[in-house]
């Protein structure tokens, strides 16, 4: 057996220890499962079909743009396939056939063929239910947790990487390079950033990407500190000092040596920050800040749950939703941090 | 040896530890007694579950051990108890009152957040009811009789306020002041220097006569057991090899491993230098300053100095010992002399000067070009290779730096031959130091150093974190090693022994000033300054000369 990339023994000690957490390693397989469903919702809830069959010819309405006319109809627009006469005059009376996704709502369709007043309680057409304006509900958690999701992986590697080069710099470097940074970071972290992010929403047109570009502005900062405490430490290993006597140039001496120790102090910083990152997008969002009006938004949906107290599914399934997800994040963060403790892993030096 | 009088029969006993893969025995099968008032002392090498039982004595390791056999008998009063058996609140009734014990490591053992007078205080109330002024007095007398001068005023100290040879007295102290019947001492001069260890292994010895308790002392280091022990145990992997009067055990021991640890200290001498030998560096009124920088801005405000001008010279094939206690400034030189400083951590001046060349005026990349020639071996054989390489890369890095241009066949073959040298295979380039003991670990960095042939290499305390029974080999290969390459040596050591069996010439220094240096035979046998003669004592016969107190 010759795995293609050799994981040092370090590496796998680690990831032997993450996997005895069974809580954590539990986590971590619910947490990948819920984000491949969720990036999948595009798919698994939408107002189209998926295929659509008609006079021998195949049909991907999700996938291209399926006009009326090109299914026998009058106008040169997208065909609704929520409109009955498109689904049973133009298709099943002439003997053609759709298939629905499991959800056959998208994050925006309204269900104007509710037999009851919208905000409706979950049952067999709207699993849970559906919210004031009449959308469902199921839908809407499925897209709004990949927003969600993308938006906090994202946010979090990017200032991961942002944090941990500068923290390396200024470790690596330390003298005046460290004083000023340091302190330039002290000021900027003493600014109040909810007013900043408040200001800034309401003269920049909130949308994800300047969104995601106004919240780096301060979380870049949170590794900093950790990356450059790290590095500082490294700086007077034995193994570094046997580098740099050995005449290695410094920056092979950061890459090789000091980098993947501060890596690994970031790496446990991680599930945390994207525990963060949710919370910061979800209460913007609550506060209406946060992204544009009909995004699908789990923050949104806990602002309509308060709204609309008498239809309880909507708080509530925001509010599970959410539980859950911090839940998964914080215990995979916990088993990280496990893993990555020296004490933990690196046992065989232990006294007897 | 059945003895049904001993005070603490330790019978048939097994420990085991629970691995992720699989039962580890620390201990297989140990019996020991210790009788009334008598010394024992309990040799063996890291692992080889010596600490585990003295732990076990006492049930210090409850919930991390099982024990699937055995029976630690305790007759302190009348009818015996087994320890293992016994149920908690008699245990703790024991503990500390009918045997007390002192740690390896003085730095953690005391609480940093009490007083040192509150924690001797608390040891005697848990077992006894006492009048605060009575207690006061106690503590007070006790911190004298441990040799803590101007005990009353020293009550109220701090356990950071006090050096590693103070702690330990302290603990003694807590150990022994409800006047136990059994002292267990677990390495308790290992993290000391040799002055001090002298004066804990005198202060033990006196203590003992006075109060008449049984000493068990676990050590890896058996010359020490010379001045103190009346019985010597031997362990080695968990079994009890050899037991017996220390006499005997010292003079003719019967089990190879027993030979070996006896025959461990280094012996002989180096190898002449050659007449015709270059020099290899100069060192001229050396000092280092550690600049004290305070405020926002980092001003300085004043200086820590860590070395008073030292000057030496160094030929080929020659090695030069730098001696003295724990910050007497010997490391300092090693940094200083390679300029392996931090940027703007020191202040640095005095020419050090290597074949002909001023490092101090030299260029970072012109420096880089000239660290081949000059290498560092570390202390700790853990800390010094880096836990994500394998040997082989870890090995080749200096190949890879000063020679880019060989291949990397060629390039293995360098490592294989370096590593041959020093004894190990070249096969072991595909593994991580972790795999390796830390004798075989040491031999790795020196394979480091040596791969890119060096003129100068600095040895810092390369044999201290090795056990006894390894000190001698590395010595020996050292020896041969200087033979065959005529390399200059710059060993820095707190240990005599060591230095007499490697070094031409010796420095002794205290508090970063040069107190003696000679020609080691002269420095040895005729030692000029009383600090001198405090080291030799202490190394070689683990007496306490008085003079400079700890």
């Given at each position: 057996?010759s795995?293609?990339?050799?994981?040092?023994?370090?590496?796998?000690?680690?990831?032997?220890?993450?996997?005895?957490?069974?809580?954590?390693?539990?986590?971590?397989?619910?947490?990948?499962?819920?984000?491949?469903?969720?990036?999948?919702?595009?798919?698994?809830a939408?107002?189209?079909?998926?295929v659509?069959?008609?006079?021998g010819r195949?049909?991907?309405?999700?996938?291209?743009?399926?006009?009326?006319?090109?299914?026998?109809?009058?106008?040169?627009?997208?065909?609704?396939?929520?409109?009955?006469y498109?689904?049973?005059?133009?298709?099943?009376?002439?003997?053609?056939?759709?298939w629905?996704?499991?959800?056959?709502?998208?994050?925006?369709?309204?269900?104007?063929?509710?037999?009851?007043?919208?905000?409706?309680p979950?049952?067999?057409?709207?699993?849970?239910?559906?919210?004031?304006l009449?959308?469902?509900?199921?839908?809407?958690?499925?897209?709004?947790?990949?927003?969600?999701?993308?938006?906090?992986?994202?946010?979090?590697?990017?200032?991961?990487?942002?944090?941990?080069?500068?923290?390396?710099?200024?470790?690596?470097?330390?003298?005046?390079?460290?004083?000023?940074?340091?302190?330039?970071?002290?000021?900027?972290?003493?600014?109040?950033?909810?007013?900043?992010?408040?200001?800034?929403?309401?003269?920049?047109?909130?949308?994800?990407g300047?969104?995601?570009?106004?919240?780096?502005?301060?979380?870049?900062?949170?590794l900093?500190?950790?990356?450059?405490?790290?590095?500082?430490?490294a700086?007077?290993?034995?193994?570094v000092?046997?580098?740099?006597?050995?005449?290695?140039?410094?920056?092979?001496?950061?890459?090789?040596?000091?980098?993947?120790?501060?890596l690994?102090?970031?790496?446990?910083?991680?599930?945390?920050?994207?525990?963060g990152?949710?919370?910061?997008?979800?209460?913007?969002?609550?506060?209406?800040?946060?992204?544009?009006?009909?995004?699908?938004?789990?923050?949104e949906?806990?602002?309509?749950?308060?709204?609309?107290?008498?239809?309880?599914?909507?708080?509530?399934?925001?509010?599970?939703?959410?539980a859950?997800?911090f839940?998964l994040?914080?215990?995979?963060?916990?088993?990280?941090?496990?893993?990555?403790?020296?004490?933990?892993?690196?046992?065989?030096?232990?006294?007897? | 040896?059945?003895?049904?009088?001993?005070?603490?029969?330790?019978?048939?006993?097994?420990?085991?530890?629970?691995?992720?893969?699989g039962?580890?025995?620390?201990?297989?099968?140990?019996?020991?007694?210790?009788?009334?008032?008598?010394?024992v002392?309990?040799?063996?090498?890291?692992?080889?579950?010596?600490?585990?039982?003295?732990?076990?004595?006492?049930?210090?390791?409850?919930?991390?051990?099982?024990?699937?056999?055995?029976?630690?008998?305790?007759?302190?009063?009348?009818r015996p108890?087994?320890?293992?058996?016994?149920?908690?609140p008699?245990?703790?009734?024991?503990?500390?009152?009918?045997?007390?014990?002192?740690?390896q490591?003085?730095?953690?053992?005391?609480?940093?957040?009490?007083?040192?007078?509150?924690?001797?205080?608390?040891?005697?109330?848990?077992?006894?009811?006492a009048?605060?002024?009575?207690?006061r007095?106690?503590?007070?007398?006790?911190l004298?009789?441990v040799?803590?001068?101007?005990?009353?005023?020293?009550?109220?100290?701090?356990?950071?306020?006090?050096?590693?040879?103070?702690?330990?007295?302290?603990?003694?102290?807590?150990?022994?002041?409800?006047?136990?019947a059994?002292?267990?001492?677990?390495?308790?001069?290992?993290?000391?220097?040799?002055?001090?260890?002298?004066q804990?292994?005198?202060?033990?010895?006196?203590?003992?006569?006075?109060?008449?308790?049984?000493?068990?002392?676990?050590?890896?280091?058996?010359?020490?057991?010379?001045?103190?022990?009346?019985r010597?145990?031997?362990?080695?992997?968990?079994?009890?090899?050899?037991?017996?009067?220390?006499?005997?055990?010292?003079?003719?021991?019967?089990?190879?491993?027993t030979?070996?640890l006896?025959n461990?200290?280094?012996?002989g001498?180096?190898?002449?230098?050659?007449?015709?030998?270059?020099?290899?560096?100069?060192?001229?009124?050396?000092?280092?300053?550690?600049?004290?920088?305070?405020?926002?801005?980092?001003?300085?405000?004043?200086?820590v100095?860590?070395?008073?001008?030292?000057?030496?010279?160094?030929?080929e094939?020659?090695?030069?010992?730098?001696?003295?206690e724990?910050?007497?400034?010997?490391?300092?030189?090693?940094?200083a002399?390679?300029r392996?400083?931090?940027?703007?951590?020191?202040r640095?001046?005095?020419?050090?000067?290597?074949?002909?060349r001023?490092?101090?005026?030299?260029s970072?990349?012109e420096?880089?070009?000239?660290?081949?020639?000059?290498?560092?071996?570390?202390?700790?054989?853990?800390?010094?290779?880096?836990?994500?390489?394998?040997?082989?890369?870890i090995?080749?890095?200096?190949?890879?730096?000063?020679?880019?241009?060989?291949?990397?066949?060629?390039?293995e073959?360098?490592?294989?031959?370096?590593?041959?040298?020093?004894g190990?295979?070249?096969?072991?380039?595909?593994?991580?130091?972790h795999?390796?003991?830390?004798?075989?670990?040491?031999?790795?960095?020196?394979?480091?150093?040596?791969?890119?042939?060096?003129r100068?290499?600095?040895?810092?305390?390369?044999?201290s974190?090795?056990?006894?029974?390894?000190?001698?080999?590395?010595?020996?290969?050292?020896?041969?090693?200087?033979?065959?390459?005529?390399?200059?040596?710059?060993?820095?050591?707190?240990?005599?022994?060591?230095?007499?069996?490697?070094c031409?010439?010796?420095?002794?220094?205290?508090?970063?000033e040069?107190?003696?240096?000679?020609?080691?035979?002269?420095?040895?046998?005729?030692?000029r300054?009383?600090?001198?003669?405090?080291?030799?004592?202490?190394?070689?016969?683990?007496?306490?000369?008085?003079?400079?107190?700890?």
């Amino acid at each position: 057996m010759s795995p293609l990339v050799r994981w040092s023994p370090l590496t796998r000690r680690r990831w032997a220890a993450f996997r005895a957490n069974r809580r954590g390693f539990v986590s971590a397989i619910l947490f990948v499962a819920l984000l491949a469903v969720s990036l999948a919702s595009p798919w698994l809830a939408a107002d189209r079909p998926w295929v659509v069959r008609l006079d021998g010819r195949w049909y991907w309405p999700l996938w291209q743009t399926v006009t009326e006319a090109d299914l026998g109809g009058v106008f040169e627009t997208a065909a609704d396939f929520r409109d009955p006469y498109v689904v049973e005059t133009l298709i099943r009376a002439r003997g053609g056939w759709l298939w629905w996704p499991p959800i056959p709502y998208g994050y925006d369709t309204v269900d104007l063929d509710a037999p009851g007043p919208a905000p409706a309680p979950p049952d067999r057409r709207h699993w849970l239910g559906t919210d004031d304006l009449g959308r469902d509900v199921l839908a809407r958690v499925l897209h709004g947790l990949r927003l969600s999701l993308l938006f906090g992986i994202t946010l979090t590697l990017v200032s991961a990487v942002i944090g941990t080069l500068l923290g390396l710099w200024q470790g690596f470097a330390g003298g005046w390079v460290d004083l000023i940074a340091q302190r330039l970071i002290e000021l900027w972290g003493a600014m109040p950033r909810l007013y900043i992010l408040i200001i800034m929403s309401a003269v920049i047109e909130p949308g994800f990407g300047s969104l995601l570009s106004i919240l780096l502005f301060f979380s870049w900062m949170s590794l900093v500190h950790v990356v450059r405490a790290e590095t500082l430490r490294a700086r007077n290993f034995d193994y570094v000092r046997a580098a740099r006597a050995l005449g290695v140039p410094e920056w092979r001496i950061a890459i090789r040596h000091v980098l993947p120790n501060a890596l690994v102090a970031a790496m446990t910083y991680l599930p945390f920050q994207l525990a963060g990152s949710l919370t910061m997008l979800t209460s913007l969002d609550f506060l209406g800040l946060g992204l544009p009006p009909g995004s699908p938004s789990l923050g949104e949906m806990l602002q309509q749950g308060k709204a609309n107290l008498h239809a309880p599914w909507l708080g509530l399934t925001a509010f599970i939703a959410l539980a859950a997800l911090f839940m998964l994040v914080v215990f995979i963060g916990e088993a990280a941090r496990d893993a990555f403790d020296p004490r933990t892993t690196l046992s065989s030096r232990g006294a007897r | 040896m059945a003895d049904a009088t001993a005070l603490l029969s330790i019978r048939d006993l097994t420990v085991e530890f629970s691995l992720p893969d699989g039962p580890l025995r620390a201990v297989d099968g140990l019996s020991l007694d210790v009788g009334r008032g008598e010394v024992v002392g309990l040799v063996g090498e890291s692992g080889s579950g010596k600490s585990v039982t003295a732990l076990s004595v006492l049930r210090l390791l409850e919930g991390v051990a099982r024990y699937p056999s055995g029976r630690i008998e305790w007759r302190a009063e009348g009818r015996p108890v087994d320890m293992l058996q016994l149920p908690e609140p008699r245990l703790r009734a024991i503990r500390g009152a009918e045997i007390g014990m002192v740690f390896q490591e003085p730095m953690t053992s005391l609480n940093p957040l009490h007083t040192i007078g509150r924690q001797l205080a608390e040891a005697i109330r848990l077992h006894r009811v006492a009048t605060a002024a009575d207690v006061r007095r106690e503590v007070v007398e006790w911190l004298e009789r441990v040799g803590l001068p101007e005990a009353h005023r020293r009550l109220d100290a701090w356990p950071h306020e006090l050096s590693g040879g103070e702690r330990q007295r302290v603990m003694i102290a807590m150990a022994l002041i409800n006047r136990p019947a059994l002292l267990i001492a677990d390495e308790p001069t290992t993290a000391l220097d040799v002055t001090i260890q002298a004066q804990i292994v005198e202060l033990v010895a006196r203590l003992r006569a006075e109060l008449g308790m049984a000493v068990l002392w676990i050590t890896h280091d058996l010359g020490l057991l010379r001045r103190l022990a009346d019985r010597i145990a031997v362990m080695y992997q968990g079994r009890k090899v050899e037991e017996g009067p220390a006499d005997r055990i010292l003079t003719s021991p019967q089990h190879p491993y027993t030979q070996r640890l006896v025959n461990a200290l280094p012996a002989g001498g180096p190898a002449p230098v050659p007449p015709e030998a270059r020099e290899v560096i100069a060192v001229e009124g050396l000092r280092v300053e550690f600049p004290v920088r305070r405020g926002l801005l980092r001003r300085e405000v004043g200086a820590v100095r860590a070395l008073a001008g030292l000057s030496l010279r160094l030929a080929e094939g020659e090695s030069v010992g730098l001696v003295g206690e724990s910050g007497s400034g010997k490391t300092t030189v090693a940094l200083a002399l390679l300029r392996l400083w931090a940027r703007g951590m020191v202040r640095q001046t005095g020419a050090v000067v290597y074949q002909g060349r001023d490092l101090g005026a030299l260029s970072r990349a012109e420096l880089r070009g000239l660290r081949r020639e000059m290498q560092i071996v570390f202390q700790d054989p853990f800390a010094s290779l880096n836990p994500r390489m394998t040997v082989g890369q870890i090995v080749g890095e200096g190949l890879a730096v000063h020679e880019p241009a060989l291949s990397s066949a060629e390039r293995e073959r360098r490592v294989g031959e370096s590593l041959a040298a020093l004894g190990l295979e070249a096969a072991h380039a595909h593994r991580y130091p972790h795999e390796f003991s830390g004798g075989q670990r040491q031999r790795i960095a020196l394979a480091r150093a040596l791969v890119l042939r060096p003129r100068l290499v600095v040895l810092d305390e390369p044999t201290s974190a090795l056990d006894v029974s390894l000190q001698a080999e590395i010595v020996n290969l050292l020896r041969a090693i200087q033979r065959e390459r005529r390399v200059a040596f710059l060993l820095i050591s707190h240990d005599l022994r060591v230095v007499r069996a490697l070094c031409h010439r010796v420095i002794v220094l205290r508090r970063g000033e040069v107190v003696e240096q000679g020609p080691t035979a002269e420095v040895l046998s005729a030692p000029r300054s009383a600090y001198t003669r405090a080291l030799i004592a202490a190394a070689f016969d683990y007496r306490a000369v008085e003079g400079p107190a700890a």
